[in-house]
């Protein structure tokens, strides 16, 4: 039996809601289709948004939604998307399947939707093709309160009153699809353009977000802080508020075959999980260059595109992204989730790519049908970490996998949150090896455990045709004794227990 030890008296970091966020881009059936229908749809919808989707996403509780890239984001004119339905351009997004973009889902129909879904706002600016007049422009109509050629025109397109915008990105993956930067030219471009990302709200300053490094390139993380990071601002952080880091998991790589969302074996159950794994190291070694320059950790890492890439279902748009998620990426979720946790001291937000019908999605439709994927699950199972306090635990761990693949058989992280609850959330990465497990409460008794689990074979999913193979279910096989308690977490799954002392 291995021992799980949690020290509630040992408080570390929030957990910051935002590391739940979402990211959603003009890709595919993401935005339209999956959550905008518009007005004249015979699907149920408000103002346009499909109201099934916005209901299973208020359910999870999405704190933050990033729009509109990605690499669109770059690419994107907004004024292109404002004003009558019949005056927005036509264009071609180049990147995603090259089909018409009729521009109806714009700035205002994006902040309909986070009204709706009751969540923040992360806009992604547009550095590699767009002008600095043009960002700036684009904050000024969003934020300004009063008299400005900007805010007027909001007014006569419909909307009075600012918004707010909570983050700002200023260019997306400038190392490739935002303009094939090298990381001095990106960051000199940055502190330009940050210059006039302005706060016209003092109550409400917009966090500024740099563009980071793809996976492992070290290299431009510090080539980016070393020309961006103000050491004379008192504030520390000088030029940015946070920097981005981008990481899929891939299974076969970028070349090629990346490998079947629903048709793989022990090796790639493994491989998989052993690169989701991998996110543990690319955090800290990011973190640790972090630290050099910033060691009061006052610039967030912000992970704002991660999950699972594999090839799209058969017979879909390649451009579109669509690919079909299992139990496997309940795990990928879970034991990515985890380490976000672990390391809220630094990551201060995650967006997972993409929230609907792109990618690792938490939801898929067809027409007027909607399905919660596995993925959904996990984000509903941990919603209970989104601001909650991160608690100091360990567990005994083993490696496990194949000859080539290797993975800890468990991980997990654990959270208190405001009335004095430890919420532990738990991975079992086995594909065929349950885990009796002991925890013990330093200076502290356990009164009662609940628990709830997703879990399920190797293969298994939900569809249209039976959308509730996986679905979270009750737990409640922990038996608690002299203070501690003990369970056994079953082969493939992800387990959240709540404990009261
Ligand atoms: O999420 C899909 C794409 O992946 C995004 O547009 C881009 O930023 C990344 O390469």
Request: proline share 3%; with cysteine.
């Amino acid at each position: 039996m291995k021992k799980l030890v949690i020290n509630p008296d040992r408080k570390l970091s929030k957990i910051n809601r935002e590391i739940y966020g979402h990211f959603s881009e003009h890709l595919g059936r993401g935005i339209y289709e999956g959550l905008f229908v518009g007005k004249d749809s015979p699907i149920e919808n408000v103002n346009g948004m499909r109201c099934d989707v916005v209901e299973a996403l208020r359910e999870i509780k999405v704190p933050v939604l990033r729009w509109p890239g990605g690499c669109f984001a770059d690419e994107y004119h907004w004024m292109e998307g404002v004003g009558p339905l019949e005056g927005r351009k036509k264009m071609i997004n180049t990147h995603w399947g090259g089909v018409v973009e009729d521009n109806s889902f714009g700035t205002h129909e994006f902040f309909e939707l986070c009204s709706q879904l009751g969540c923040e706002t992360y806009i992604n600016g547009n550095l590699g093709s767009g002008t600095v007049q043009e960002m700036s422009e684009w904050v000024e109509y969003m934020t300004f309160d009063g008299v400005s050629p900007m805010a007027q025109l909001r007014e006569r397109n419909g909307h009075k009153a600012p918004w707010k915008v909570d983050f700002f990105g200023v260019g997306n993956e400038n190392w490739g699809c935002g303009g094939n930067m090298n990381p001095e030219y990106y960051a000199n471009e940055y502190r330009r353009y940050q210059t006039y990302v302005r706060d016209y709200n003092a109550d409400h300053k917009i966090q500024k977000i740099a563009c980071g490094s793809n996976g492992d390139d070290y290299s431009w993380t510090k080539e980016v802080l070393k020309t961006c990071y103000n050491h004379s601002d008192p504030n520390g952080n000088g030029f940015m508020n946070g920097l981005s880091l981008h990481y899929y998991v891939v299974p076969n790589g970028w070349t090629g075959s990346k490998g079947s969302a629903t048709d793989f074996d022990v090796n790639d159950w493994y491989k998989t999980l052993n690169k989701a794994w991998y996110m543990d190291e690319l955090v800290r070694r990011h973190g640790n260059i972090m630290d050099e320059y910033d060691p009061k950790k006052q610039i967030g890492m912000i992970v704002d595109e991660w999950g699972a890439w594999y090839d799209c279902e058969p017979g879909t748009n390649p451009g579109f992204l669509y690919q079909q998620n299992t139990i496997r990426d309940a795990l990928v979720a879970g034991v990515t989730l985890n380490i976000f946790n672990r390391h809220s001291d630094r990551v201060r937000m995650a967006n997972i790519a993409q929230m609907i019908n792109v990618l690792q999605s938490v939801i898929l439709t067809d027409g007027e049908q909607m399905i919660k994927t596995p993925t959904w699950y996990i984000f509903d199972m941990y919603k209970v970490h989104q601001d909650a306090q991160l608690i100091e635990s360990s567990i005994e761990t083993k490696e496990i996998g194949t000859e080539e693949y290797k993975v800890p058989d468990v991980t997990e992280s654990v959270s208190e949150d405001a009335e004095g609850k430890l919420h532990i959330t738990l991975t079992n990465l086995s594909v065929d090896q349950a885990a009796e497990i002991e925890t013990i409460l330093t200076d502290h008794k356990v009164t009662s455990v609940t628990g709830e689990i997703v879990t399920g074979s190797m293969l298994e999913k939900n569809t249209f045709e039976e959308p509730d193979r996986i679905v979270k279910k009750t737990f409640d096989a922990v038996k608690v004794e002299n203070g501690s308690f003990t369970f056994t977490i079953p082969a493939c799954s992800v387990l959240h227990l709540t404990v009261i002392r």
